[in-house]
């Protein structure tokens, strides 16, 4: 989809800069990508926080995501 955006260049050449983008194009793409992904982990944060009961610990989950 093309779109026309008014997007500060400074900010948009850190970005492409930082995420190693080929373009501006996929230096957009990646920082909403990345955008997405850092919300839902904190949605999921918020809601296993809600879990008393649940009975698993920040570093048990770590122990878990590592295999140990």
């Known amino acids: ?8 260049e400074e900010l948009l ?3 492409v800069k930082v995420t190693g ?3 501006k194009k996929e ?3 990646i920082a909403l990508k990345e955008f997405l ?7 999921l944060s918020d809601l296993i ?4 009961e649940f009975g ?3 570093k048990d989950l770590e122990k878990m ?3 140990s």
């Open 65 to 67: 995501r590592k295999g």
């Open 37 to 43: 992904r850092a919300k839902r982990r904190k949605e």
């Open 56 to 58: 698993v610990t920040l």
């Open 21 to 23: 983008a080929s373009n």
């Open 49 to 52: 926080g809600n879990f008393e």
């Open 1 to 8: 989809m093309r779109t026309t955006l008014d997007i500060d």
């Open 27 to 29: 230096a957009i793409e």
């Open 13 to 15: 050449e850190e970005v």
